[in-house]
């Protein structure tokens, strides 16, 4: 079964762009009817208040980015009739939310993400988001190289 539902995981980095870029032209190559741009922000556990939810000013932040990231994803669409989503995730993990997101509603997704964020010293130190959906989607994942 071909994904109707394309899901590009964007951070604003130089791989993230490419990864959009690939997203959009495989919706149209694949009349998918939808993309969903996800970007997401890392809550945190405390002793004693529990899960910390990012402050106001970075999901502000990352709303701007997933809509800049919509607007290049739909030049590239043009007049095709793909619909576009997008949504800031809070998670501990961002490789969890990005998989919970791909499976939500047993829709079938298909994961399009680059191979490098901003991320790499956590990466180095903690195995890489991409890695990590990889090994633990239940549907296709595309890396994309920039």
């Known amino acids: 079964m071909i994904p109707s539902r394309i899901l590009v995981a964007t ?9 959009e870029a690939f997203a959009a032209e495989m919706a149209v190559a694949e009349h ?3 993309v969903v741009v996800v970007t997401v922000l890392r809550a945190y556990a405390a002793a004693r208040a529990g899960i910390v ?5 970075k999901v502000e932040a990352a ?3 997933v809509a800049e990231a919509a607007e290049h994803i739909l030049a590239i669409i043009g007049s095709n009739p793909v619909a ?3 949504k800031v995730l809070s998670a501990l993990s961002e490789a969890e939310a990005i998989i919970d997101e791909a499976h939500a509603a047993d829709t079938c997704s298909h994961i399009v993400m ?3 964020g ?7 130190l903690l195995g ?19």
């Open 32 to 34: 998918a009817s939808t």
């Open 63 to 65: 709303e701007r980015l």
């Open 128 to 146: 890489s988001t991409s890695h990590h959906v990889i090994r633990g989607a239940h549907c296709p994942v595309t890396i994309v190289r920039s």
């Open 11 to 19: 951070d604003g980095s130089a791989s993230a762009k490419v990864a």
């Open 114 to 116: 680059g191979n490098r």
């Open 84 to 86: 576009i989503e997008t």
């Open 118 to 124: 901003h991320g790499e010293i956590a990466e180095l």
């Open 53 to 57: 939810e990012p402050p106001a000013a």
